[in-house]
């Protein structure tokens, strides 16, 4: 079944994937093993063809779209119910890139860990962190970034924060990035992936 969840994502059937979610849920396989093994892992060999030439980019919105409806079949399982936000996390994809899934799977899975979320979406300026930083008193701004071209930005959310007298931890992500790189740009976090987000967070809140 997650094998043909992996190859209706690569198809961009949006309808086949919500419907194989639903089965995979309703069979009772762990909400953790449809997500790595069959959406990420989807999308893992889809980034491949991409790479190879043998998709292009309508094939990858399209899929981007199966994606981000099966997420959402998923998000009532990655969220519990939590009273009391743990604190306030800015989320965002940096200026210039328009990458938003492992954005919203790092914002789905720290919602779900009991932070309440202000998502700002994909291509967001630096001053829209700061705004929103400020407005909503965060105490995390979280920046994903999937380009070598566009995590560069992340330095200037950092600077733009720092020049507004804003104190807050920034955490960074995604798949050009490194802790190196985080700790040059002066992150305070970095993280692999969306679970580890989570405990990146957890200690920085903590401190
Ligand atoms: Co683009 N794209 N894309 N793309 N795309 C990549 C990233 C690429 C690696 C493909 C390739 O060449 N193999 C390549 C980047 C090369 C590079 O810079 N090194 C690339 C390129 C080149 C481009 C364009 C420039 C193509 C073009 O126009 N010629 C263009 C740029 C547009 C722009 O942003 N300005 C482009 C466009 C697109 C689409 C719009 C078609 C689509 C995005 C749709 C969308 O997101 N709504 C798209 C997609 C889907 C991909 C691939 C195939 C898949 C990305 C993805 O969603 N992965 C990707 C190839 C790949 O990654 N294998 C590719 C699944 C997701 C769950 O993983 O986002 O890595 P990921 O998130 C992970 C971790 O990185 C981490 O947690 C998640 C998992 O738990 N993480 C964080 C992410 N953010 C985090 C933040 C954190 C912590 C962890 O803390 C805050």
């Known amino acids: 079944m997650l094998d043909q969840l992996q190859e209706a994502l690569i198809a ?23 997500l790595d093994e069959g959406l990420i892992a989807g999308m893992e060999r889809l980034g491949l063809m991409f790479k190879n030439n043998e998709v292009f980019i309508p094939e990858v919105l399209v899929a981007a779209r199966a994606m981000n409806a099966g997420l ?5 399982y990655l969220i519990k119910d ?11 994809t940096v200026k210039g890139d328009l990458h938003d899934i492992g954005k919203n799977l790092v ?8 932070y309440k979320i202000i998502d700002l979406g994909a291509d ?16 995390i701004v979280a920046l994903s970034a999937l380009l070598t071209t566009t995590m560069i930005q992340m330095k200037s959310v950092i600077q733009a924060l720092q020049s507004s007298g ?14 190196d790189y985080a700790d040059e740009i002066g992150a305070r976090g970095f993280a692999q992936d969306a679970a580890s987000a989570v405990d990146v967070v957890h200690r920085l809140v903590a401190k």
């Open 12 to 34: 961009g059937k949006k309808n086949d994937v919500e419907t194989l979610v639903d089965q995979a849920l309703s069979l009772g396989l762990p909400t953790r093993r449809i």
């Open 72 to 76: 959402a079949k998923l998000e009532p």
């Open 82 to 92: 939590k009273i009391e936000p743990k604190g306030f996390v800015v989320i965002g």
């Open 107 to 114: 914002a789905m899975m720290l919602k779900g860990a009991g």
């Open 124 to 139: 967001v300026a630096p001053d829209k962190f700061v705004d929103a930083a400020r407005r909503n008193k965060a105490d």
């Open 166 to 179: 804003l104190g807050v931890p920034v955490i960074v992500g995604g798949a050009p990035l490194t802790q």
